[in-house]
């Protein structure tokens, strides 16, 4: 079983920067590849971006390349999601995933945090 808490959302106004941090239960180097999820309002949720366990292979989402970026710190069984340049249509709950199999299944979930972004 693997605990995901997800935290560092708020309301910031477009062009801020803001960093998610999302804090594991067990030693992350243990899970295969962890990813960032969100939802938009009335939208489904969409894929934002993955690291694998040896940090050497990041996937992003199209919307995001160039101004997100994921990292993880073993250190603090702590996966980040540094976000630059933030756009309205960024606005979501962002939700942490563990993909424990290495499979692309996402089998544990954070609650998700709100991230708001104001003109």
């Known amino acids: 079983q693997v605990q995901l808490v997800e935290s560092g959302g708020r309301s910031v106004q477009a062009g801020d920067s803001l960093r998610l941090s999302c804090a594991a239960s067990?030693?992350?180097?243990?899970?295969?590849?962890m990813g960032w999820f969100r939802q938009a309002p009335g939208k489904e949720r969409e894929f934002v971006a993955s690291?694998?366990?040896?940090?050497?292979?990041?996937d992003y989402a199209d919307s995001v390349k160039g101004r997100f970026t994921i990292s993880r710190e073993y250190a603090k069984n702590t996966v980040y999601l540094q976000m630059n340049s933030l756009k309205l249509e960024d606005t979501a709950v962002y939700y942490c995933?563990?993909?424990?199999?290495?499979?692309?299944?996402?089998?544990?979930w954070g609650q998700g945090t709100q991230v708001t972004v104001s003109s």
């Open positions: 995933a563990a993909d424990s199999g290495g499979n692309g299944d996402y089998k544990y």
């Open positions: 067990v030693r992350t180097f243990t899970i295969p590849r």
């Open positions: 690291i694998s366990w040896s940090g050497t292979s990041r």
